[in-house]
């Protein structure tokens, strides 16, 4: 069974960065590939980027694409999404889960069986 803790959300203005990490810990953590997610108030939880279990091969949905950055670093058992020149519309509690296979698979979240608790993102001057 894996866990997954995510961490580094907060409140940043407009325009602004912050680096999301996800801790993951667990027999053969660093096997699987991790995905990123977020939900906003009212929407249905997006997909946003995966990343392969040796990080060779990343995926980025099309809206963070240019803004959006996923890493990971193996050693840590960590996974990072750094995340530039925010906007309000990207106000959300984001998830990174860990999918069921080593490569990255699209956000179906029935490919994804461990999920963190979640960290909030609040973009607002």
């Keep these: 069974q894996l866990q997954l803790v995510e961490s580094g959300g907060g409140l940043v203005q407009p325009g602004g960065s912050l680096r999301l990490s996800c801790v993951v810990s667990g027999f053969t953590s660093d096997y699987y590939a991790i995905g990123w997610f977020r939900q906003a108030p009212g929407n ?71 999920w963190g608790q979640g960290t909030q993102v609040t973009v607002s001057s």
């Design 44 to 114: 249905e939880r997006e997909g946003l980027s995966c990343i392969s279990s040796s990080g060779g091969r990343t995926n980025y949905a099309e809206f963070v694409k240019g803004r959006f950055t996923i890493s990971r670093d193996n050693a840590k058992n960590t996974v990072y999404l750094q995340m530039n020149s925010l906007s309000p519309e990207d106000t959300a509690v984001y998830y990174c889960a860990s999918s069921k296979y080593s490569y990255c698979s699209g956000y179906v979240s029935r490919n994804y069986n461990y």
